[in-house]
């Protein structure tokens, strides 16, 4: 059990090309969008109660189906791959949450550090945003408005996607996106703009209203820290873009602006499409 608690180190998990899902909803997620597990933990009462049987059954044949990806670094010392039924204390001791819902599983993540990238109908960049919470809800967000598949790119500072915060915040959003991490954040912005992709970067002020903008795809989204906002760098290989506020608050959440956005970009797509069918 030991091996499954150093997986909720970020750097563990990374090189080992793993994540680690728990409760019903992150498994259930993470098997509806396809990724092999390598290792269940299921707690003795989840048992005793007969608690979603059909999730364990659903868990245990993607076990048995013997998909670990070819790609896939050795597995961590001392995580043997299999369904194991755990004591209520060893499975509390390995629980990311007190009121632990009595399952988890281990899950190998597609290898796309050496895939090309391709320019997306929808992408959204994460600059330096820390918050796992804000992390996790725009992952969501962009799931809800934009599809699956769609891009979601983060900078080297920002919050794990794959922690356990971002994890629940997104409800299981980022097994769904194309997610990539990249240390060169303009860079990876610049090629995906040679290839046509409109960047939008959100301001807190001096920006274009997304009512009046372009948000056609392939669109791209840029939500940076929630101090600082889209760094220079960034921002230097975007267009500015501001939610209009009629209050007096000083700004909005990183997590309720991007979604806004998001929202008006796919509203926007579906009038757009209206539009030219009734033509």
Known sequence: MAAI?????????????????EGPHLVREALAAGLPPVVGIIAERYVEHDADAGLRQMLTAALAAEAFPVHAAPLPPGLRPGLWVAAERAFAAVAGVPAHQGILAVFALPDRAHAGLAAPRWALALDAVQDPGNVGALARALLAFAGAGALLLTGPTTADPFGDKALRASAGAVFHLDLRTTADLPATLG?????????WALCPRDGLSPRRADLSPPLGLVVGSEGSGVSPAV?????RLTVPMAGAAES???????????YEAAMAAVGGAGAAAGR
């Not at 563990?12 to 793993?18: E, N, P, V």
Request: charged share 15%; hydrophobic share 60%; net charge positive.
């Open 5 to 21: 608690a150093d997986l909720r180190r970020p750097a563990r998990r990374r090189a080992a090309g793993l994540c680690l899902a």
């Open 235 to 239: 921002l230097a290989v975007c267009r």
């Open 252 to 262: 909005l959440n990183a997590a309720v602006a991007g979604g806004i956005v998001l």
């Open 191 to 199: 090629a995906l703009g040679a290839l046509g992709v409109h960047w």
